[in-house]
């Protein structure tokens, strides 16, 4: 199966709106009394709004498009076909911050068909930053096109990187990580940041940001592995194309 720019364009329209409204909600409930539950350590948490968005995209999606799959952070698999395209959901990327009381977190929505994103919907509610991008027709910040920075002095970039990438040196470069591995990926699609990796994140993490920054000009490829799957857990680096080189050293050699 392939999209025509046609109905990629149309199911944009529709995912946009799904994710600014998703958005709406969960600001609504920001600075407020948010109960948690701790997954796997005492920063991997997950909050009633985190279930209860994913639940709402869930049947919103189900709705208007009965024949696609889908993949969310809390509930995994669902409507689920073998070959069939399905949509990759994180209500709340940035939990953590969104249960501090941090304004940093975001909501992401991708559709994914052939371990590929074809379209990509990110949202940011408290700055109101809609990033989406579709396959083949570039990326856009609130309706306008944006593009990776034209960075090319490693000394002048600002990346972020999680702390243990910095083990023997850090680079002259600026550090600035947000929380939300979403927002990171989008801010060097927008040329705010120039570089950006992890070690290792799920598809939920990185397969719509990962679009928008591609269709920003920006380069795109995993570390570990020959190719970047959308379908599963993969270490991504995210970089303008000018300090890709020497992004990718500084990482690998910190990497050891």
Same mark, same amino acid.
């Given at each position: #199966? ?55 995209? $869930? ?16 509930? *995994? $698999? ?15 990327? *940035? ?6 009381? #941090? ?13 590929? +994103? ?68 989008? $801010? ?36 570990? +592995?020959?190719?970047?799957? #959308? ?10 194309? $000018? ?14």
């Amino acid at each position: #199966m392939t999209f025509t720019s046609t109905e990629l364009k149309s199911i944009l329209v529709t995912i946009s709106s799904l994710a600014v409204e998703v958005g709406a909600r969960a600001a609504t409930q920001f600075n407020t009394s948010v109960d948690t539950c701790q997954k796997t350590s005492p920063h991997d948490l997950v909050t009633k709004f985190d279930k209860e968005g994913e639940e709402y995209i $869930y049947k919103k999606l189900l709705a208007h498009y009965p024949d696609y799959g889908f993949l969310g952070e809390e509930g *995994g $698999y669902r409507n689920f076909k073998e070959g069939t395209p399905f949509w990759v959901v994180d209500p709340i990327d *940035g939990t953590l911050n969104f249960a501090r009381g #941090m304004p940093a977190f975001s909501v992401s929505i991708a559709l994914v068909h052939h371990k590929k +994103s074809y379209l990509g919907v990110c949202y940011i509610p408290i700055s109101k930053e809609l990033f989406s991008a579709a396959d083949g027709l570039g990326a856009t910040l609130n309706g306008r096109p944006i593009q990776a920075s034209s960075t090319k002095d490693f000394d002048h970039c600002i990346l972020a990187v999680p702390p243990n990438q910095l083990r023997n040196k850090t680079p002259k470069a600026a550090i600035r990580r947000s929380g939300s591995s979403v927002i990171d990926i989008c $801010y060097v699609a927008k040329g705010a940041t120039d570089g950006f990796y992890d070690s290792l994140l799920n598809p939920w993490d990185f397969a719509a940001s990962s679009l928008v920054a591609k269709e920003a000009g920006a380069e795109i490829f995993s570390l570990k +592995s020959e190719s970047l799957d #959308m379908n599963k857990k993969s270490d991504i680096l995210v970089s303008n194309k $000018y300090i890709s080189d020497t992004f990718t050293k500084w990482i690998s050699t910190e990497k050891g």
